[in-house]
C-alpha cells in the first residue's frame, strides 16, 4: 500500500536563512557589476576639468583680492583713528590742567569755586547744560569747560568709529582666510587632476598651452602694435612687456610674480597712474569701449559676466596678461581666454 505520508516541510528558521542568503547573493552580484573599474578620464577630458578649476580659482582669487585689500584700508584707518585718539588725550589733558591751575589759583585768592571744584571730580557735561553753574563761572572758566567738553566728545566719537573698524577687520580678516582655503583647495584639485595624467600627457598639455602662446606672441607683433590710448597707457603696457614670463601667483602684486589684476595695476603704477586692485573695481574707472575694433594698446580689457579676469591689450586681437596658476605672463588672442569679452576701459 502506498505511503500517503506529506513531504516534510522546511523550518522556518530554515528558509529565512536560505532567503536571506539569495538576497544576499543578488546584493553582491549587483556590487560586482557596479564595480567595475571606471574608465581614467583622457587627457582632453582632464584638461576641461582643470581649466574649469582654475577659472573658479580666479574668481574665488579676486575676491581674496578685494579683501585683503580691504583688510589693509581698515588697518590704516584704523591707526589713523588711534593716532588721532592719542594725540586728542594729550590735548584734553593739557586743557583739564589749565583749567587745573585755575582752581589752584582761586585757591590761593581764597578758595575754589564751588562749580569747578564739583567738575574737578567729574564730567563737566553734567554742569554746562544748567544756566546756573554756567552763572557762577568766569569767562575764562567757561570757555576751558566747553573745550573740554569738546574734546570729550571728539575722542568718545573716534572711540567708537575705531570699535567699529575693528569689528569689520576681525569680519574681513575671516572672509580673508575662507577665500584663501577656497583658492587653494581649487588649485589642489586641479593638481591631483593633472596628477592622474601620465608624463607624455602632461607634456602634451604643456606642449599645446606653449603653442598657443607662441602664435598670439608672433600675431601680437605683426605689422607693429597699433598706436596706444595715451602716453601713460603705452607707458603702463610696456611696464608690462618687461614682465613675460613672469610666473603668476593668486595674490600677487609684483615684482616676481603677479595674478592677473595684480599686473595691471602695478604695470599703470609704474606709469604714474594708481588704479583700484581687483578687476571688478578697475572696470569702473575711465571710459569704456565695447567695441574690439575701437580697442588700443595699453587698454584694459575684462572678461568673463563676472569680470573675474582682466588684462592689457596687445593689438591684433590679442591681450597681455597674467593668466592662471601653472603660467607666466604671457601674450594670448582674445578668443582663447575661455570665456567672453565684456568691454575695454580707456584709463
Given at each position: 500500500?502506498?505511503?500517503?505520508?506529506?513531504?516534510?516541510?522546511?523550518?522556518?528558521?530554515?528558509?529565512?536563512?536560505?532567503?536571506?542568503?539569495?538576497?544576499?547573493?543578488?546584493?553582491?552580484?549587483?556590487?560586482?557589476?557596479?564595480?567595475?573599474?571606471?574608465?581614467?578620464?583622457?587627457?582632453?577630458?582632464?584638461?576641461?576639468?582643470?581649466?574649469?578649476?582654475?577659472?573658479?580659482?580666479?574668481?574665488?582669487?579676486?575676491?581674496?583680492?578685494?579683501?585683503?585689500?580691504?583688510?589693509?584700508?581698515?588697518?590704516?584707518?584704523?591707526?589713523?583713528?588711534?593716532?588721532?585718539?592719542?594725540?586728542?588725550?594729550?590735548?584734553?589733558n593739557k586743557l583739564r590742567d589749565g583749567l587745573g591751575s585755575l582752581a589752584a589759583g582761586q585757591y590761593r585768592a581764597g578758595g575754589i569755586d564751588p562749580s569747578v571744584q564739583l567738575f574737578l571730580s567729574s564730567d563737566p557735561d553734567s554742569y554746562l547744560d544748567k544756566a546756573s553753574t554756567l552763572d557762577q563761572l568766569s569767562g575764562q572758566q567757561v570757555d576751558a569747560l566747553k573745550k573740554i567738553q569738546s574734546k570729550q566728545r571728539?575722542?568718545?566719537?573716534?572711540?567708537?568709529?575705531?570699535?567699529?573698524?575693528?569689528?569689520?577687520?576681525?569680519?574681513?580678516?575671516?572672509?580673508?582666510?575662507?577665500?584663501?582655503?577656497?583658492?587653494?583647495?581649487?588649485?589642489?584639485?586641479?593638481?591631483?587632476?593633472?596628477?592622474?595624467?601620465?608624463?607624455?600627457?602632461?607634456?602634451?598639455?604643456?606642449?599645446?598651452?606653449?603653442?598657443?602662446?607662441?602664435?598670439?606672441?608672433?600675431?601680437?607683433?605683426?605689422?607693429?602694435?597699433?598706436?596706444?590710448?595715451?602716453?601713460?597707457?603705452?607707458?603702463?603696457?610696456?611696464?608690462?612687456?618687461?614682465?613675460?614670463?613672469?610666473?603668476?601667483?593668486?595674490?600677487?602684486?609684483?615684482?616676481?610674480?603677479?595674478?592677473?589684476?595684480?599686473?595691471?595695476?602695478?604695470?599703470?603704477?609704474?606709469?604714474?597712474?594708481?588704479?583700484?586692485?581687483?578687476?571688478?573695481?578697475?572696470?569702473?574707472?575711465?571710459?569704456?569701449?565695447?567695441?574690439?575694433?575701437?580697442?588700443?594698446?595699453?587698454?584694459?580689457?575684462?572678461?568673463?559676466?563676472?569680470?573675474?579676469?582682466?588684462?592689457?591689450?596687445?593689438?591684433?586681437?590679442?591681450?597681455?596678461?597674467?593668466?592662471?596658476?601653472?603660467?607666466?605672463?604671457?601674450?594670448?588672442?582674445?578668443?582663447?581666454?575661455?570665456?567672453?569679452?565684456?568691454?575695454?576701459?580707456?584709463?
Open positions: 500500500m502506498a505511503s500517503h505520508r506529506r513531504p516534510k516541510q522546511p523550518s522556518r528558521a530554515r528558509v529565512t536563512v536560505l532567503t536571506t542568503a539569495a538576497a544576499a547573493a543578488v546584493a553582491i552580484s549587483a556590487q560586482a557589476a557596479n564595480a567595475a573599474p571606471s574608465e581614467k578620464p583622457s587627457k582632453d577630458e582632464v584638461k576641461s576639468k582643470v581649466d574649469a578649476l582654475y577659472e573658479q580659482a580666479e574668481q574665488a582669487t579676486e575676491k581674496y583680492n578685494g579683501a585683503k585689500e580691504k583688510q589693509e584700508k581698515l588697518q590704516k584707518e584704523i591707526s589713523t583713528i588711534q593716532d588721532n585718539v592719542a594725540r586728542g588725550q594729550q590735548d584734553l571728539e575722542l568718545a566719537q573716534e572711540r567708537a568709529e575705531a570699535s567699529e573698524k575693528l569689528k569689520d577687520l576681525a569680519s574681513t580678516r575671516t572672509e580673508l582666510g575662507k577665500k584663501k582655503q577656497e583658492v587653494q583647495g581649487k588649485l589642489a584639485e586641479a593638481q591631483k587632476l593633472l596628477n592622474s595624467l601620465t608624463a607624455k600627457e602632461k607634456a602634451a598639455l604643456a606642449a599645446a598651452d606653449q603653442e598657443r602662446a607662441t602664435r598670439a606672441s608672433d600675431r601680437a607683433s605683426l605689422g607693429g602694435p597699433s598706436a596706444p590710448a595715451s602716453g601713460r597707457a603705452g607707458a603702463a603696457f610696456s611696464a608690462a612687456q618687461s614682465k613675460i614670463g613672469t610666473p603668476y601667483v593668486y595674490g600677487a602684486t609684483g615684482p616676481s610674480s603677479y595674478d592677473c589684476s595684480g599686473l595691471t595695476s602695478w604695470a599703470y603704477a609704474q606709469a604714474g597712474v594708481s588704479i583700484p586692485r581687483t578687476s571688478q573695481e578697475q572696470a569702473n574707472i575711465g571710459t569704456r569701449i565695447y567695441s574690439v575694433s575701437q580697442l588700443q594698446v595699453g587698454d584694459l580689457v575684462f572678461f568673463f559676466n563676472d569680470i573675474h579676469h582682466v588684462g592689457l591689450y596687445a593689438g591684433n586681437g590679442q591681450i597681455l596678461h597674467a593668466p592662471r596658476t601653472g603660467t607666466v605672463v604671457r601674450y594670448e588672442s582674445m578668443s582663447t581666454i575661455g570665456g567672453p569679452f565684456m568691454f575695454g576701459v580707456r584709463v
